[in-house]
């Protein structure tokens, strides 16, 4: 029997989680072919300087939120993982047939 998740929320319009879910999109779409984002990059492109880190858990949710719309998919170790099994290091990148689907690098954050 298949198990059910019921839909991720969808973030409000005007919100920092939206706001969050378009750097991550921009920056998958603008990745070299075949490279996957490490969250840390979408995070330093939200904020200045050494704050960086606490956009983290935002960057997470917006991940998981995407993954579980098919918009995104969630990498560790460079393979595609279910978005409920996310734990540790991991890499973004759009799903197959973007310009970013292929080989995806390894190397990630963990947050």
């Known amino acids: ?5 019921p839909p991720a929320p969808t ?6 989680d939206l706001e ?15 490279r996957s984002i ?11 300087g050494p704050d960086w880190q606490a956009r983290l858990p935002r960057v997470r949710r917006a991940a998981l939120r995407l993954a579980h ?12 993982i279910d978005p409920d099994e996310l734990r540790g290091v991991y890499r973004l990148g759009l799903p197959s047939g973007s310009d970013t ?3 995806h690098d390894t190397e990630g954050t963990a947050d």
């Not at 995104?72 to 460079?78: D, F, H, P, Q, T």
């Open 11 to 16: 973030a409000e319009p005007n919100s920092p």
């Open 38 to 48: 490490a969250p840390e990059d979408v995070a330093r492109a939200l904020v200045d």
């Open 69 to 80: 719309e098919g918009r995104l998919v969630i990498y560790r170790k460079g393979k595609p």
């Open 20 to 34: 969050t879910e378009a750097a991550i999109l921009h920056l998958a779409a603008n990745a070299p072919k075949g």
């Open 101 to 103: 689907a292929g080989t």
């Open 1 to 5: 029997m298949s198990e059910t998740h």
